[in-house]
């Protein structure tokens, strides 16, 4: 059902915690399931310079997860608003359709977070 990528992430997550330092949080839920996730962002000179994520969902949800904070990992806040769900799943090598939801979570807190600290 899940690419070796997916199961990858979701078995050894790569971002995954609280920081105990942080500029910004995005928080987001997923209406459909009531899943949630939390991505941390360090910020300096518009870069991200640190980013973790704390989710609470299904496999999909975890490997989004991880995946998203390493492509957003060293990218400008322009950047990182341009990282798409198309580029997570493409980055997993794909996910199973009734699971493509899930990809929404980690770009929604990504995006929402680098949003919150430019207001
Ligand atoms: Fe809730 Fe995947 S089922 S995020």
């Known amino acids: 059902m899940y690419s070796e990528k997916v199961m990858k992430h979701f078995r050894n997550p790569k ?36 980013i973790d994520f704390k989710t609470m969902g299904c496999a999909a949800a975890i490997a989004t997860s991880s995946i998203t904070c390493e492509i957003a990992s060293g990218k400008t806040l322009d950047e990182a608003l341009k990282i798409t769900k198309k580029d997570v799943v493409d980055a997993l090598d794909g996910l199973p359709e009734n699971k493509i939801h899930c990809s929404n979570l980690a770009v ?3 995006h929402k977070a680098v949003k919150e600290y430019r207001k």
Do not use: F
């Open 15 to 50: 971002h995954m915690g609280t920081p105990k330092q942080y500029d910004v949080v995005g928080k987001v839920g997923n209406p459909v399931c009531g899943d949630v996730m939390h991505i941390y962002l360090k910020i300096r000179d518009e870069k991200i310079t640190d």
């Open 108 to 110: 929604d807190a990504l």
